[in-house]
Nanobody, 123 residues
């Protein structure tokens, strides 16, 4: 049974930082591309960042380039999202997702999803 468990969300002031983690179990982690998506109230789920199986290739949404960094540790079956210079517009539930094969930016290409972690950016 595949499980993806996000952690690290919370309340942070504008300009602050958070580091999200996604711990995976029940799958051969190094064989899966991983990604972060987010969903704000009343909006559709949107792509944030993705990383390939080895961690050698990444992709980012334009609105997070230069502020967020995705990474993974295959020895720990864990993916991360370092978020810096946070803005109120980054407020959303952040989800991790996995898919067998190459990284992708489309929601429908991902097979497994976590339950999400809330990130709130507010003063």
């Amino acid at each position: 049974q595949v499980q993806l468990l996000e952690s690290g969300g919370g309340l942070v002031q504008p300009g602050g930082s958070l580091r999200l983690s996604c711990a995976a179990s029940g799958l051969a982690f190094s064989g899966y591309a991983m990604a972060w998506f987010r969903q704000a109230p009343g909006k559709e789920r949107e792509f944030v960042a993705a990383i390939n199986r080895s961690g050698s290739n990444t992709a980012y949404a334009d609105f997070v380039k230069g502020r967020f960094t995705i990474s993974r540790d295959n020895a720990k079956n864990t993916m991360y999202l370092q978020m810096n210079s946070l803005k109120p517009a980054d407020t959303a539930v952040y989800y991790c997702a996995s898919r067998a094969g190459d990284l992708a930016v489309d929601t429908y290409r991902y097979n497994y999803w976590g339950q999400g972690t809330q990130v709130t950016v507010s003063s």
